[in-house]
């Protein structure tokens, strides 16, 4: 792993106190107002893992974006609210300037030999291979990945509006860096806004708190290496000015590796 | 509305600092091992509603049960992380003796006129009236609901494992009170641990990590008084000691009052 993918550089922090890492926002990762979201919560899920007192592996991430990260450095303090024997649950906020934009919660835990199943199913799709590549564009971060729309690719303006919410894409890192905790973190939040879809258009919209839950353990992540996922989204309900979203993000194999929601706001 | 109900002595908290909020557990309400999470969370989401800086009704809520509350006295101190026009950022922490035992974090945020559509659709159902109302016992605080399962009931001891771990049952407060915010962030964990369903009997199991999105505003809330509400639960993934929980909350007459999920441990 080298310094100079987009990725890394955008997680890249510095230890500035034994309970805060000063990172900074990355040009290539800019969204429409501030960072992408996915990188941010990559970022912070990056600061726990960095502790020396972190036990464990991500089991939940929960991050609130709270304002608009400006464009520089930035501040992450963490704290260990509680530790027990096999998991630990962080409280991460992200500031500038002394000013909150992001709070986040964090559980890591030890996984353990247990019985197991999947009982959700990954939807249909052709091999990636068979997929063109498109960049949705509007905004810059999406160029960093390959995304490969099976289903709910993003509309262009004056599109028809669609009865479903529903995107299922293929993704992965453009520059083939494999998949770790964070870029994992980050894959939960690739899919655009979902009332960009029922209304055939671009919304003014965001992401105001994202739950992820990880699934797949280290080996299972090591195992993916920097292959194609498989990312599915749809939204629940919109009303009063914010809707939901819920999503998974699947192995080539059949592995659920995350399930992740997220409430978004939208103006229109 | 009267205090002598056992929800709204649950969630009866005192303030004894500007930011700090004092209760207590109920005996009526306890869990296998401490209280029941959803009052836990009631509790949380009330002591924001006390705070004279809250703007807004709830919107998102995760909860993170750290190490279990022993009975008695708790302390909730409370911060907003950041205040923004239409939606604000609050952090809860619930300790005993200082020790952290619980935290959250709460979006409360103004809802305002928009494009809306339910999307996702309630599971069939009988109605309520039609079904027998059950009390899976094994914990206290269940004795506190109505609850009809439609689908799902919880497998009594040397049960039969079910390729299925969806739970559909009708829920109501069993004294009547109407259903507010904190009572539905209480009915968002109304469901016994999926693994019970699947492995077909007891599995020491509890929730780790609970997050609710709440869909309905005031006046929907109102408008249900205090009628049942349809409650459907189901898991995607169990691997590592540890399953996921997807959930929906219905009314009557359609209305997806809240989406929610969970992440839970459980040995076996």
Redesign the interface.
């Known amino acids: 792993m080298t310094d100079t993918h987009p990725f890394d550089e955008a997680i890249q922090l510095d230890t500035v106190g034994a309970d805060t890492r000063r990172g900074r926002t990355h040009p290539e990762w800019a969204n429409m107002v501030g960072p992408f979201g996915g990188i941010t919560a990559a970022a912070m899920l990056r600061a726990v893992e960095t502790h020396p007192e972190r036990i464990g592996e991500p089991?939940?991430l929960?991050v609130?974006y709270?304002?608009p990260i400006a464009d520089g450095d930035f501040d992450l303090t963490l704290r260990a609210?509680?530790t027990?024997r096999?998991?630990q649950?962080w409280?991460v906020?992200l500031s500038q300037n002394g000013?909150?934009?992001t709070?986040a919660?964090a559980?890591y835990?030890v996984?353990?030999?247990?019985?197991?199943?999947?009982?959700?199913r990954p939807p249909s799709a052709p091999a990636p291979e068979q997929v063109p590549a498109v960049d949705p564009g509007l905004v810059r971060w999406t160029g960093l990945y390959d995304m490969r729309f099976v289903e709910g690719a993003m509309p262009g303006k004056d599109g028809d509006p669609s009865p479903?919410?529903t995107t299922t894409l293929w993704a992965r890192d453009g520059a083939g860096r494999p998949i770790d905790y964070p870029a994992l973190a980050a894959l939960c939040d690739i899919f655009y806004p979902r009332?960009f879809l029922?209304?055939g258009g671009f919304i003014p919209s965001g992401t105001?708190?994202l739950?992820t839950?990880f699934?797949a353990?280290r080996h299972q992540l090591d195992a993916l290496d920097n292959d194609f996922v498989l990312a599915t989204a749809?939204?629940?309900?919109?009303?009063?000015?914010?809707s939901?979203q819920?999503a998974?993000v699947w192995s080539r194999d059949g592995g659920?590796l995350a399930?992740t929601?997220q409430?978004v706001?939208?103006?229109?």
């Open positions: 089991l939940a929960t609130n709270a304002a609210a509680r027990n096999t998991n649950h409280i906020e000013e909150v934009k709070t919660t559980i835990a996984r353990r030999e247990s019985w197991a199943d999947t009982e959700s479903s919410s009332v029922r209304r105001i708190s739950t839950y699934h353990d749809h939204a629940n309900r919109f009303s009063g000015g914010y939901d819920s998974q659920l399930t929601h409430i706001y939208f103006k229109g």
